[in-house]
């Protein structure tokens, strides 16, 4: 079952804040994120194993309501260099491959 | 250590032919992943090799195959091409074991085909 993430894109100028949320119909055993800048391949960020859990790289940061089937990718302050599109993707079940998520387009102007 | 890499990463084929794409994950890592990108959809998974054997497969036709070496190294096939096969398609490989990294993708730069 594919994760929905929103919005689908979002515009956002430098030094303003973003949220992209995931969430699923059924159980999240863990959930990745992941980003893909312009014509390279996607990268991980994160990874978060267990309900109630955040994380944070740096102004990424990301947290996990299991109860909720949802998790949610906080970017702030941006900077031109997190523009791509993010993706989460979630295991169907234990350690098996990830279904991910359409992708959330994010633009960071000056 | 190398990324992944995937060959080739750009090619032209016509209806009704078929392509082999080629994928040579982290050194030390026996899972290899093959998904495919495009606007509408995002990443579909394709199929998943693991020793050689294929443990887990997506939603795709038969035309749809792969295989993988002793060495790790993995091949996807994709026959009797159509318009609709156009994308980037895009290996992945993970070591498995314990802890969190092991579950995590390194992806490579992909295979981007275009079929006329």
């Known amino acids: 079952q594919q994760p929905v993430q929103s919005p689908q894109a979002v515009i956002l100028r430098e030094g303003e804040d973003a949220v992209i949320n995931c969430s699923s119909s059924k159980a999240l055993y863990s959930v990745h994120w992941y980003r893909q800048k312009h014509g390279e391949a996607p990268v991980f960020l994160m990874i978060l194993l267990k309900g109630g859990e955040q994380k944070g790289h740096d102004k990424i940061s990301a947290s996990f309501n299991e109860k909720k089937q949802q998790s949610s990718l906080y970017l702030t302050a941006s900077q031109l260099s997190y523009s791509g599109t993010y993706f989460c993707?979630?295991?169907?079940?234990?350690?098996?491959?990830?279904?991910f998520g359409k992708g959330t387009r994010l633009s960071v102007i000056a | 250590k190398a990324g992944v890499t995937q060959t080739p990463r750009y090619l032209i084929k016509t209806r009704g032919q078929q392509v082999t794409l080629s994928c040579s994950p982290i050194s030390g890592h026996r899972s290899v992943s093959w998904y495919q990108q495009t606007p509408g959809q995002g990443l579909q998974f394709l199929f998943e090799?693991?020793?050689?054997?294929?443990?887990n497969k997506g939603n795709f036709p038969g035309r749809f195959s792969g295989r993988q070496f002793s060495n790790s190294r993995s091949e996807m096939n994709v026959s009797t091409l159509e318009l609709g096969d156009s994308a980037l398609y895009l290996c992945?490989?993970?070591?498995?074991?314990?802890?969190?990294?092991?579950?995590?993708?390194?992806f490579g730069a992909g295979s981007r085909l275009t079929v006329l």
């Open positions: 993707g979630t295991p169907p079940a234990g350690n098996t491959p990830l279904v």
């Open positions: 090799y693991f020793s050689e054997t294929q443990r």
């Open positions: 992945a490989s993970r070591g498995l074991g314990q802890g969190s990294g092991a579950n995590v993708l390194t």
